[in-house]
């Protein structure tokens, strides 16, 4: 599937967003038609280490193949969102996230 974004960085979409203060819905579909995402409701900022930040009212979700949602978990609140220059990442905790998107927007885990 090609993304609307093809051409386009993780830095080009942080700066197109960067005066829209309200909750913000990230939404993929990869190669094999599964669509997931994540809500937003902190300002993304990159910075060259991994600051996690977050709220409760941030989750991450799967819409296909399967529903599923991922909750914000109390004892990580603070690990919930990073953006560093190699990319995006979500769920962080001990080195390792839920969800990784490169800063190409081209590739992730």
Do not use: C
């Not at 300002?43 to 819409?63: A, N, P």
């Not at 990580?76 to 998107?101: E, M």
């Amino acid at each position: 599937t090609q993304s609307t974004w093809a051409g386009r960085t993780l830095l080009q979409l942080l700066d197109g967003a960067d005066h829209y203060f309200s909750p913000s819905l990230l939404l993929v579909e990869d190669t094999e038609g599964g669509l997931f995402g994540a809500l937003i409701t902190v300002e993304l900022k990159s910075s060259k280490k991994l600051d996690y930040i977050g709220t409760e009212g941030m989750f991450l979700f799967s819409l296909r193949p399967q529903l599923l949602i991922a909750p914000w978990a109390m004892r990580s609140a603070q690990n919930f969102v990073a953006v560093n220059p190699s990319g995006i990442y979500f769920g962080g905790r001990d080195g390792h996230s839920r969800l990784f998107i490169d800063a190409e927007l081209s590739s992730g885990t």
